[in-house]
């Protein structure tokens, strides 16, 4: 939800601060724009549309600068325009200010402001924020450091902030409370970013921003960090930033999305790396080993998400339930927040995030900690905010994820959640050890599978034809696979634009049914499962109403396969596991249908990957 950049050394400014937009891209494409520091004056330049066309539009201008902030948006307030594009400057041109979350009280703000005679150029929350540091730093005399942390202890809402100033040329300052900002120190000299993509080429030596930090960078000298409330120093805490710039590339494949989904075989391995001792019969997750007993001990398990991570969550319900018998609740972060829920001490909330960085979800698991609950974290992104949140938590390892719709995220999500509840089931002595032994001996088989299932990407490609000009589209699955369904039809509708709705097969009667004619592709996850034969029935029910079926069935079977209009086999696994299959081809087929609509698969239109507003 919108990215920050900004670098101050003795470097060109301009090159590494488009290359960082670049590389965020992905959590916003609204709008982009930077204010580059030129002297004693501020160069801004900032227009509708992509970081392509900031650029495009920086070619033929005065781009000299060793300093500078860069931003690329997600409208949340005020339409995707030039004028309300951030960096926004304040009255007299002296200070620009680039912002990502969102300012709540900006209407009483902006009121006051305006009646002092303030002239607000944007529709934006974020002006309010440099009108008002403007206003503190003239009337109070004091540094604009202080002005800055004046004026945010009257702003609620969420912010990263980075701010620019004439008169101080080569000087950035940055805030945090609530969403991401980390800063990497080169060779006298600072780079910043929402995450570390824009910083990784340059240094990993790296401090991540806490909520309340004020934090002053300028070449030659010293980070300074202090506390927005009681302005006490802070000393900044240097960290290895875990990623590298080869992960970032494309690597050869036309979309990120198309590399992540053939990564998958690889971030599953990763993510049950040094985890699965087979000969030894442990399951160890190294960051939760600590709280395990209160997990087995747990009077219920709440797990909160949202997205992809929603859909990870309603597998490992399944997972929890059957081989650690113990009760599960799946709930969107976003409502669990606002419902006041009753949370005991006893209760464990399980929070996934591929970022680590949604609002919600951080939201929800703050409030699962002020009521006393254990909470536990599964987060792909090393050193978010939800890592630094939790009291414990496991990574999914499965590497930076660039295209906005979640794919190998997901499945090494749901493989973490396995590995966690085979190694609770073990310890609370609810899975007998023959059991344990197959579901470990599918597991490391999985990412054999997926491969398998990839070299179907030539069929399913041609299967992906029939569906360019369909409007709507069902998903059916039963059990483990009516996730599967959900995270199928979510895939196609973000990225193809056609609008899909996942359903439990059998409660297609009870409506959906009513929309099934020769026009509607059903697609119908029908792998061998215990409900099987119900999920046939379902078929008939749909064959019936002439309906187009595309199956994705066990290899081997013929029942289904002759039913289906088009059929994609898939090799067989234990039933638990085989979400982490099933979803692979619904993955490519939402892939390819995107590409034949002509859509930009890796960054949908009105999507972001990183959510980090409510
Ligand atoms: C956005 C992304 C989804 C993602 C969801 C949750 O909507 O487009 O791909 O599943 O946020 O994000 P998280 O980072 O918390 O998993």
């Known amino acids: 939800m919108c990215g920050i950049v900004a670098y101050t050394g003795s470097n060109e400014a301009y090159p590494i601060l488009i290359k960082g937009l670049k590389r965020l891209e992905y959590r916003g494409y609204d709008s982009a724009g930077v204010a580059l520091s030129q002297g004693n004056k501020i160069g801004l330049y900032k227009c509708r549309g992509r970081v392509a066309d900031l650029d495009l539009f920086c070619s033929d201008k005065d781009i000299k600068a060793c300093a500078g902030i860069a931003h690329t948006r997600w409208a949340t307030h005020g339409e995707p325009n030039t004028q309300n594009a951030h960096p926004h400057l304040s009255e007299d041109g002296k200070i620009a200010l680039i912002h990502n979350g969102i300012v709540e009280n900006y209407l009483v703000l902006k009121k006051e ?6 002239k607000f150029q944007s529709n934006t929350d974020t002006e309010v924020l440099v009108h008002l540091i403007q206003d503190i730093f003239v009337k109070e005399q004091v540094p604009l450091e202080e002005a800055v942390r004046i004026a945010l202890g009257g702003v609620v809402g969420t912010y990263a902030l980075a701010i620019l100033s004439a008169d101080n040329p080569g000087q950035i300052i940055l805030a945090k409370k609530g969403s991401p900002l980390l800063i990497g120190i080169g060779d006298n000299e600072y780079y910043v970013g929402s995450d570390g993509a824009p910083i990784v080429e340059y240094t ?17 000298k010293k980070l300074v960090i202090r506390n927005i409330n009681d302005n006490a120093k802070k000393r900044p805490y240097w960290q290895k930033l875990e990623m590298n710039l080869e992960q970032l590339e494309k690597d050869g494949f036309e979309h990120y999305m198309l590399k992540e989904i053939f990564e998958q075989p690889k971030a599953i391995r990763d993510s049950m790396r040094g985890r699965l001792n087979v000969q030894k019969d442990v399951v160890s997750l190294g960051g939760i080993i600590e709280y395990e007993t209160k997990m087995m001990n747990a009077r219920r398990f709440i797990i909160v998400a949202c997205g992809t991570s929603y859909h990870a969550g309603l597998v490992a319900e399944y997972l929890f339930e059957n081989i650690a018998r113990i009760p599960v609740e799946v709930e969107y972060a976003s409502e669990f927040r606002y419902r006041n829920p009753l949370i005991y001490e006893d209760d464990v909330i399980i929070a996934i995030s591929q970022s680590g960085e949604t609002a919600d979800t951080i939201a929800a698991v703050e409030l699962a900690k002020r009521k006393g609950a254990t909470v536990i974290g599964i987060c792909n992104v090393v050193g978010s905010t939800l890592a630094r949140a939790t009291n414990a938590g496991s990574y999914t390892h499965a590497g930076p994820e660039i295209g906005v719709a979640s794919t190998k995220a997901f499945t090494a999500q749901v493989t973490v959640l396995t590995l966690m509840a085979l190694s609770i089931a073990r310890k609370k002595g609810t899975l007998a050890l023959s059991e344990y032994h197959q579901i470990i001996g599918c597991l490391e088989d999985i990412p054999e599978k997926v491969n398998e299932i990839l070299q179907l990407d030539d069929i399913i490609k041609d299967i992906s034809t029939h569906f360019v000009n369909k409007r709507n589209a069902i998903y059916l699955g039963r059990g483990v696979n009516y996730p599967v369904a959900l995270e199928g039809a979510l895939k196609l509708k973000e990225i193809s634009y056609i609008h899909a709705e996942g359903y439990p097969s059998a409660e297609m009667k009870h409506g959906p049914i009513a929309l099934i004619d020769e026009e509607m592709p059903v697609i119908v996850l029908a792998t061998e499962q215990e409900t099987y034969e119900k999920t046939v029935s379902n078929i008939q029910e749909v064959i019936a109403r002439k309906g187009r079926i595309i199956s994705i069935v066990t290899k081997g079977d013929t029942l289904v396969k002759e039913m289906s ?3 994609i086999e898939i090799p067989a696994t234990t039933e ?3 979400p982490l299959i099933s979803c692979i081809p619904l993955q490519l087929l939402a892939y390819h249908v995107a590409v034949l609509r002509g859509c930009n698969v890796d960054k949908p239109r009105n999507l972001a990957k990183s959510v980090s507003v409510e």
Do not use: W
């Open 565 to 567: 209009n088009y059929c």
């Open 113 to 118: 402001l305006m009646s002092r005679g303030y």
């Open 204 to 220: 990993k030596k790296v401090v991540y921003l806490e909520d309340g930090d004020v934090a002053v960078v300028a070449p030659q």
């Open 576 to 578: 638990l596991l085989t």
